[in-house]
Every structure is written in C-alpha cells, then in structure tokens.
T-cell receptor, first 109, second 114 residues
Framework: GQQVMQIPQYQHVQEGEDFTTYCNSS?????IQWYKQRPGGHPVFLIQLVKSGEVKKQKRLTFQFGEAKKNSSLHITATQTTDVGTYFC?????????FGGGTRLMVKP | SAVISQKPSRDICQRGTSLTIQCQVDSQVTMMFWYRQQPGQSLTLIAT?????????ESGFVIDKFPISRPNLTFSTLTVSNMSPEDSSIYLC???????????FGPGTRLTVL
C-alpha cells in the first residue's frame, strides 16, 4: 500500500533559525497537503500542492512539490515560538489520503 | 469551513468496557472520517462513514471492534468496543470540504483505558 515517510521525526531549533521537513511517498501523488498540529490540538490544514515542481509561500513558510510528484518539503524561515507543533504531510493518490509520520518542531526562545 | 464538535472530549475507561464517541458537524457532508492518533504518532484512518450505507474500514480495523453509525448528514458515532489499554489514543473525526477537499478535524476525544 501507499506509504508516506517524513523526516526528521523531531527537530530542535533556536528561535530565528530555519527549519525544513521532508516528505517522501512510495507512489506518485495527485496532490499533497500539509497540516500543522499544535501541542494538545488537532491537525489544521495549511496548504495543498498539485502541480509538478509547484512552490507556494505563506509568509515565512515555503512549500515545494517535487518534479516527480513523489516528494515535498516545508521550509520555515526564521522560526518563532509560535511555529511550535507537529507538521504532517498527507499524500493523495487514488482518492486515498495517507498521512506522514510528522515532524515535531521545538523552538528554543 | 466546517465546525466540528466531539463528545466526550476525554474519558478514562476500564478494560473490557465500550465507549461511544459522538461527532457533530454544523453542515451537511457526504463523507465523515474517523482517525486514531496514538501518543506522539501520526494519524491512522479507521474508517469512512457514508450516510445510508455501511462504513468502509481500513486494513487492521474491523466493524466488531469499531462499530460506526451515520444516521444523517451531520452526525456520526464511533464505538470502541471491549477496550484494552492498547486502545488508549486520541480519536478524531473529520470531514472534507473546501476548494482542496482538505480535511477539517474535530477537537478529538482523548481515551485512556486502564
């Protein structure tokens, strides 16, 4: 079945440093979604990427979809304490959405 | 976006008992989903609940253990039956909505089984 891997599992950064999480799918995806889950909260949709090589930005967050539509990344520039949480990618293939394992981001003030 | 509520928000249950979790959406939706999130882990889809038909279960989940009801387009229940400590988890319902058919999640039910 479809598998979606995410690395790293955890990341500690100093406030102001950059952060990147990577997502890899075992199959070609029709689209990929990204979610953020704050500690004690539920996942909240951030963005969807559909096109090969697509890049989207949301303020300090940059999302990329690979040319082969099998991998994606989320990059946060100059992290802030409000960025703390777990970031999940979710790959969509054949109407099946599969979540990656998530990357837990911790930011030291 | 859909507003989803869940009851109870948390519960502590004894081994061998059952718990029914309710999910209410403020708009009519075709499909509702039930996920499990074990502590520090990702989200695993348990089943998809369509109104008027039986739920579709994912591999590793069976109806006898996780019976689901979907009586109308705004409501669903998930029952965790004959619980064991391994069932301790957060259970989330979700719906798809919006331009991207993104998932909107309820606040979750935190279940602890002793």
């Amino acid at each position: 079945g479809q598998q979606v891997m995410q690395i790293p599992q955890y990341q500690h950064v100093q406030e102001g440093e950059d952060f990147t999480t990577y997502c890899n799918s075992s199959t070609t995806l029709s689209n990929i979604q990204w979610y953020k889950q704050r500690p004690g909260g539920h996942p909240v949709f951030l963005i969807q990427l559909v096109k090969s090589g697509e890049v989207k930005k949301q303020k300090r967050l940059t999302f990329q979809f690979g040319e082969a539509k099998k991998n994606s990344s989320l990059h946060i520039t100059a992290t802030q304490t409000t960025d703390v949480g777990t970031y999940f990618c979710a790959g969509n293939a054949g109407n099946m959405l599969t979540f990656g394992g998530g990357t837990r981001l911790m930011v030291k003030p | 976006s859909a507003v989803i509520s869940q009851k109870p928000s948390r519960d502590i249950c004894q081994r061998g008992t059952s718990l029914t979790i309710q999910c209410q959406v403020d708009s009519q939706v075709t499909m509702m989903f039930w996920y499990r999130q074990q502590p520090g882990q990702s989200l695993t889809l348990i089943a998809t609940a369509n109104q008027g038909s039986e739920a579709t279960y994912e591999s590793g989940f069976v109806i006898d253990k996780f019976p689901i009801s979907r009586p109308n387009l705004t409501f669903s229940t998930l029952t965790v039956s004959n619980m064991s400590p391994e069932d301790s988890s957060i259970y989330l319902c979700s719906v798809t909505e919006g331009v991207y058919n993104e998932q909107f999640f309820g606040p979750g039910t935190r279940l602890t089984v002793l």
